[in-house]
T-cell receptor, first 113, second 115 residues
């Protein structure tokens, strides 16, 4: 079945560092791709999405580009802040047109001041 | 910020007891989802609805879990006979459409602990 792999389980950075979280997917169809962020005690929050090859999604300084060739949707941010500390999830929307999401296992980002 | 409201935030039940949680989706969102998030951050899709009708559900949901989304009332998820393995964060989410790239908005969840 469809799946999402996030390479990094945990990432530790200092403020103003560059962030990359790797996300690769496996899908039989042409899925939409999403990034969500989850803070302690909260549900996941929609960050952004991309629906077609080469489309870039972005929000709050984070961005990712849909790459069908490498089946990737890596999250990047040029300069992280302590307030970015959270768990980040890559997800794909299944092709069944129900809006159902398949999530990766998440990457915990810890940013030191 | 999401406007999906889930109650209660915390629920503690003994094994074999019923556990019921509720969700008010964002206004104007006809599609509602329930997910289970375990302590390892794994998300498991349980069921989804569109305008009160079930779109998809997994086998587990068909057996001990029941869910409904009546019109003009909160949606609900009920576990008939709780098991230790059901301890998790139950997330309700809603979407303006059941489409491939539709945004899905989550509530804060109900954390169920089965003792």
């Amino acid at each position: 079945g469809d799946s999402v792999t996030q390479t990094e389980g945990q990432v530790a950075l200092s403020e103003e560092d560059f962030l990359t979280i790797h996300c690769n997917y496996s899908a039989s169809g042409y899925p939409a791709l999403f990034w969500y962020v989850q803070y302690p005690g909260e549900g996941p929050q929609f960050l952004f999405r991309a629906s077609r090859d080469k489309e870039k999604g972005s929000s709050r300084g984070f961005e990712a580009t849909y790459d069908k060739g490498t089946t990737s949707f890596h999250l990047r941010k040029a300069s992280v802040q302590e307030s970015d500390s959270a768990v980040y999830y890559c997800a794909l929307g299944d092709g069944g047109n129900t809006g159902k999401l398949i999530f990766g296992l998440g990457t915990t980002l810890q940013v030191q001041p | 910020n999401s406007k999906v409201i889930q109650t209660p935030r915390y629920l503690v039940k003994g094994q074999g007891q019923k556990a019921k949680m509720r969700c008010i989706p964002e206004k104007g969102h006809p599609v509602v989802f329930w997910y289970q998030q375990n302590k390892n951050n794994e998300f498991k899709f349980l069921i989804n609805f569109q305008n009160q009708e079930v779109l998809q559900q997994i086998d587990m949901t068909e057996k001990r879990f029941s869910a409904e989304c009546p019109s003009n009332s909160p949606c609900s998820l009920e576990i008939q006979s709780s098991e230790a393995g059901d301890s998790a964060l139950y997330l309700c989410a809603s979407s303006p459409q059941g489409a491939r790239g539709a945004e899905v908005f989550f509530g804060k969840g109900t954390r169920l602990t089965v003792v």
